[in-house]
């Protein structure tokens, strides 16, 4: 395959994952229209969440969200959802991403990048989720040293997006349940305006 060639596959391929990206936070943003509560208490859950997400502790993700949620008066469920922003499509970044910035942070020995890369490999692959899993949790209990300084990395790698889901969130939430006051102050009007006519016309009557 020439280089033209090479260049437009991965071109394609990038335009499929961050389409598959797109599609699947569209996903979530429907199911946080859909829970219940006052804007601070949902924003709350899928900041924790998120936070969460990021950090690489995918067997226990929706565990420590949901405890951690509980503890700051945050939405369960909202923290449930946010951990899904991390999945099989953004985990390879995330861990990638957290390695990069804790080494950047905390020095180590960059001998054990080529262990990252391969796990990035194995991440990207086809193979069932369960096996990623098993991989993640063999390479994390065989590298703890990269661990910790990874644990690090997304540490201060997740305070923006923390930050930033908290207040998006709360701006939608807000804006939904306003949306709801006002369809259901206008149907309660409507309902009363109903009333009276029929009322006015048992009167004539």
């Given at each position: 395959?020439?280089?033209?060639?090479?260049?437009?596959?991965?071109?394609?391929?990038?335009?499929?994952?961050?389409?598959?990206?797109?599609?699947?936070?569209?996903?979530?943003?429907?199911?946080?229209?859909?829970?219940?509560?006052?804007?601070?208490?949902?924003?709350?859950?899928?900041?924790?969440?998120?936070?969460?997400?990021?950090?690489?502790?995918?067997?226990?993700?929706?565990?420590?969200?949901?405890?951690?949620?509980?503890?700051?008066?945050?939405?369960?469920?909202?923290?449930?959802?946010?951990?899904?922003?991390?999945?099989?499509?953004?985990?390879?970044?995330?861990?990638?991403?957290?390695?990069?910035?804790?080494?950047?942070?905390f020095g180590g020995?960059?001998?054990?990048?080529?262990?990252?890369?391969?796990?990035?490999?194995?991440?990207?692959?086809?193979?069932?989720?369960?096996?990623?899993?098993?991989?993640?949790?063999?390479?994390?209990?065989?590298?703890?040293?990269?661990?910790?300084?990874?644990?690090?990395?997304?540490?201060?790698?997740?305070?923006?997006?923390?930050?930033?889901?908290?207040?998006?969130?709360?701006?939608?939430?807000?804006?939904?349940?306003?949306?709801?006051?006002?369809?259901?102050?206008?149907?309660?009007?409507?309902?009363?305006?109903?009333?009276?006519?029929e009322e006015s016309?048992?009167?004539?009557?």
């Amino acid at each position: 395959m020439n280089q033209i060639g090479q260049k437009s596959l991965m071109s394609n391929e990038n335009i499929t994952y961050w389409n598959k990206i797109k599609k699947h936070f569209c996903s979530l943003l429907e199911k946080i229209k859909r829970l219940q509560g006052n804007p601070h208490y949902i924003a709350m859950g899928m900041a924790i969440g998120v936070f969460v997400g990021v950090t690489p502790t995918i067997p226990f993700h929706t565990a420590l969200a949901i405890v951690l949620a509980f503890v700051l008066h945050g939405s369960k469920p909202a923290a449930a959802i946010g951990v899904w922003v991390a999945n099989p499509l953004t985990i390879p970044l995330f861990y990638y991403s957290s390695y990069k910035v804790g080494v950047g942070l905390f020095g180590g020995n960059r001998g054990d990048g080529p262990n990252i890369d391969l796990m990035i490999r194995v991440m990207e692959s086809g193979i069932p989720i369960a096996e990623k899993l098993g991989l993640i949790k063999g390479f994390l209990a065989h590298h703890f040293g990269v661990a910790c300084m990874m644990l690090g990395g997304s540490i201060v790698l997740a305070v923006i997006p923390t930050i930033v889901t908290y207040f998006l969130t709360r701006k939608l939430i807000a804006g939904t349940y306003t949306s709801v006051k006002v369809i259901s102050k206008s149907r309660y009007k409507n309902d009363g305006n109903r009333q009276c006519g029929e009322e006015s016309d048992d009167d004539i009557a």
